[in-house]
């Protein structure tokens, strides 16, 4: 399984970004899905999270009502519509997935808001 992230970038506070992971290989494979984020100096952290057909979401406390994500498994990729953006957001994003007992990691998306 090969993951891609796009749609980073610089952005002012309260704005908008939406990111997408594309998946490629063996992706009839792929159970849950999430996005990760990894600021300077911290640990890498969940930011949400989809089960494999998209009924189930979970958020970190620091992004719910202002981040949505969904999946689309027909395209074999995964969104995550960030509104209301804030400096503290600012972080690399990074596109996970769960295959079996294997876990796939995409190569991350710089996300930056300015304050």
């Known amino acids: 399984v090969q993951l891609v992230e796009s749609g980073g970038g610089l952005v002012q506070a309260g704005g908008s970004l939406r990111l997408s992971c594309a998946a490629s290989?063996?992706?009839?494979?792929?159970?849950?899905m999430g996005w990760y984020r990894q600021a300077p100096g911290k640990q890498r952290e969940l930011v949400a999270a989809?089960?494999?057909?998209?009924?189930?979401?979970n958020y970190a406390d620091s992004v719910k009502g202002r981040f949505t994500i969904s999946r689309d498994n027909a395209k074999n990729t995964m969104y995550l519509q960030m509104n209301s953006l804030k400096p503290e957001d600012t972080a690399v994003y990074y596109c996970?997935?769960?295959?079996?007992?294997?876990?796939?990691w995409g190569q991350g998306t710089q996300v930056t808001v300015s304050s």
């Open positions: 996970n997935a769960g295959a079996g007992l294997d876990d796939y």
């Open positions: 290989g063996s992706t009839f494979s792929i159970n849950a």
């Open positions: 989809i089960a494999s057909g998209g009924g189930s979401t």
